[in-house]
C-alpha cells in the first residue's frame, strides 16, 4: 500500500489503479472500461468521460493527484458536455463522476418517503450499473456502435476476452446464440470495477477527522456547521452514518439519491443549445408532473475535482454554487448565463419552473464569509487526503479510517435475481 502511494506521488504522469487488490472479474472490468475499441472510430472509452487518472487543472492543492472520474477536457475548458465517438456529436448533460455511484441503490419508488430514490443517469432511467453499462455503446452521441452484436464483434478481435469471458461467466464471445449474455456480462464486468476501491476510498480529510485522527480547521469546521444548520445542505446530502447488519460503519456519502429541481438557469452554451432536460419527469415510463424538472442529487465526495456543476453544467465553480444557493431568489434576474453579473450580482430563470425546491433553497441569508466558509468545507470531500494533505497526522500511506471493503455494495445485491 505505502509503496503504491509512494509511487503515484513520483509518477503522477503514469498514474494508475494499481494498488487497490481486485478480483478477476473488477480486473476484466478495468480494462473493458479503458478499451476505446468499443467505440464506433475506435477513439472512445468509458474512461474518455470519466477519467481514472487525475486531471492537471483540478484546484491547486490537488493539482494532478486526485482523480475526478469525470471528463476532464470539461474541467479543463469549463464546457459542459462531453463529445462523442463520431466527431461533431455531443450530448445535452454534463457528464458526472462514477466515484459512489455504485451506492446509488436500484430506482424505486419509496413508498414510506413518497417520492423516487436512486438508480443511475441524472434522471435514474437505469435501474443499477449493469444497466447503465449497457447504454454508452449505443449511444449515439458517445461510443456509437450501431447495436450489441458489433460491440460483441469487437471483443472478439481480441482473444484475452473469449478465455476471460469463458472463465468468469460461462460466455462463449464467439457464439451467435450468447450475443445477449456476453453484452450483459461486459456490463457486469464494468460494474464489478465500479464497484471496487478504485472508485470508492472512503479516505477524505472529512472521513479522518470524523474518525477523529485530524481536525477540520476552524473554517472548515465553521463550513460544516452552516452544511449541517442555516445552508441546509444536509437535508439532501446526507451525512449521517450508517451501520449494517454486520456492525459495519458505511460513512456518510453526501447523497440520499433522492430528486429534486434546483431551478438551475439553462446552460446556453451547450452546442446547439438543446431544450431544458426534464429530468425525471421527462422519462415517458414516469411522465408525472410532480416529476418535472427534478434530477438526481449526487454525493458531494470529490466534488472540488469536477467542474461544472449540474446536470447542464451551468455552474463554473463551488463559489457559484453555493452562492446560487443562498441568493437564487433574491438577486436580479438577467437573461441568461452569459450575461454580466450572472452567477456573481445576478441568475437567469430556472429553465423548469415546475415544482422548484423554494424550502431548503434560494435565500439562505448566509454572508460572503458563510458562503466560503461552506466551498471551504466541500473540499474536505477530496479523496486520497495521505497524498495531498500534508499533514503529519494522516502521513502518505495511511489506508481509509473505515473498513471500506466491508462497506462496498455487495456486488451479489447487483446481480439480476
Ligand atoms: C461521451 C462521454 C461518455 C462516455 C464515453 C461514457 N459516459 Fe458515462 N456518462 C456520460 C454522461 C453525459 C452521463 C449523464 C447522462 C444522463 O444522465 O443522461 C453519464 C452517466 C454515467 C453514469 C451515471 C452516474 C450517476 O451518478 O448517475 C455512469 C455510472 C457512467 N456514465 C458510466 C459509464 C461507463 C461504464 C461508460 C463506458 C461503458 C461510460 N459511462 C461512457 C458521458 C459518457
Ligand atoms: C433539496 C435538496 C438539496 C439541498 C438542500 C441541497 N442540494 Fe445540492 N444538489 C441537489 C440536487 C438535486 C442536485 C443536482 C441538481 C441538478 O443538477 O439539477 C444538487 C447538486 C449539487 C452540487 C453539484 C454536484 C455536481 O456533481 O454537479 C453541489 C456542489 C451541491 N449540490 C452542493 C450543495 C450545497 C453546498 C448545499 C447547501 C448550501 C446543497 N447542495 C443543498 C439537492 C440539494
Redesign the pocket.
Known amino acids: 500500500m505505502k509503496k503504491f502511494f509512494f509511487t503515484a506521488v513520483l509518477t503522477a504522469a503514469s498514474f494508475n489503479t494499481g494498488a487497490v487488490s481486485l478480483t478477476s472479474e473488477q480486473q476484466l472490468g478495468e480494462v473493458?472500461?479503458k478499451d476505446k475499441n468499443?467505440?464506433l472510430n475506435s477513439n472512445?472509452?468509458?474512461e474518455?468521460?470519466?477519467a481514472l487518472k487525475p486531471s492537471i487543472s483540478a484546484t491547486k492543492s490537488v493539482n494532478g493527484l486526485v482523480p475526478g472520474f469525470v471528463?476532464t477536457v470539461n474541467v479543463v475548458n469549463g464546457t459542459a458536455?462531453?463529445?462523442?465517438?463520431v466527431q461533431g456529436e455531443?450530448?445535452t448533460?454534463?457528464?458526472?463522476?462514477?466515484a459512489y455511484?455504485a451506492f446509488?441503490p436500484k430506482f424505486r419508488y419509496d413508498t414510506p418517503k413518497g417520492e423516487y430514490i436512486g438508480?443511475?443517469?441524472?434522471?435514474?432511467?437505469?435501474a443499477d450499473?449493469i444497466q447503465?453499462?449497457q447504454?454508452?455503446?449505443l449511444?449515439p452521441?458517445?461510443?456509437a456502435m450501431t447495436d450489441e452484436l458489433s460491440v460483441i464483434e469487437r471483443l472478439r478481435g481480441n482473444s484475452q476476452y473469449a478465455n476471460q469471458f469463458k472463465q468468469l461467466y460461462n460466455v462463449n464471445i464467439n457464439d451467435s446464440r450468447d450475443v445477449q449474455r456476453t453484452y450483459r456480462s461486459l456490463?457486469q464486468a464494468?460494474?464489478a470495477f465500479?464497484t471496487s476501491e478504485v472508485f470508492n476510498k472512503f479516505n477524505s480529510k472529512f472521513d479522518y477527522s470524523l474518525a477523529g485522527a485530524t481536525n477540520l480547521s476552524a473554517i472548515e469546521q465553521q463550513g460544516f456547521n452552516l452544511f449541517k444548520g442555516k445552508a441546509k445542505c444536509a437535508v439532501c446530502h446526507k451525512i449521517d452514518v450508517t451501520v449494517d447488519n454486520n456492525g459495519t460503519k458505511r460513512p456518510p456519502l453526501f447523497t440520499y439519491f433522492g430528486y429534486e429541481n434546483n431551478g438551475l438557469p439553462r446552460n446556453v452554451n451547450i452546442p446547439n443549445n438543446p431544450i431544458p432536460d426534464l429530468g425525471l419527469g421527462g422519462r415517458p415510463d414516469i411522465a408525472l408532473n410532480s416529476e418535472i424538472g427534478k434530477h438526481?442529487m449526487?454525493t458531494l465526495r470529490n466534488v472540488e475535482l469536477t467542474p461544472p456543476y449540474g446536470?447542464n453544467g451551468v455552474f463554473k465553480t463551488l463559489e457559484e454554487v453555493v452562492h446560487f444557493y443562498n441568493t437564487r431568489d433574491v438577486l436580479p434576474r438577467v437573461t441568461n448565463n452569459n450575461s454580466v453579473g450572472f452567477g456573481k450580482t445576478a441568475w437567469a430563470a430556472p429553465e423548469v419552473t415546475d415544482n422548484l425546491n423554494t424550502t431548503q433553497m434560494g435565500n439562505l441569508r448566509l454572508n460572503a464569509n458563510e458562503e466560503k466558509a461552506v466551498v471551504t468545507f466541500l473540499k474536505t470531500l477530496t479523496d486520497d487526503y495521505p497524498i495531498w494533505g500534508k499533514d503529519a497526522s494522516i502521513p502518505v500511506g495511511t489506508p481509509s479510517p473505515f473498513n471500506v471493503k466491508a462497506s462496498l455494495p455487495s456486488p451479489s445485491a447487483m446481480r439480476p435475481r
Open positions: 473493458l472500461y468499443l467505440s472512445q472509452s468509458c474518455s468521460c470519466h471528463d458536455v462531453s463529445v462523442g465517438s455531443s450530448g448533460l454534463n457528464s458526472p463522476s462514477v455511484a446509488s438508480g443511475q443517469f441524472w434522471n435514474g432511467r437505469a450499473l447503465q453499462a447504454e454508452p455503446f449511444n452521441v458517445e461510443m456490463a464494468i460494474s465500479e438526481k449526487k446536470h
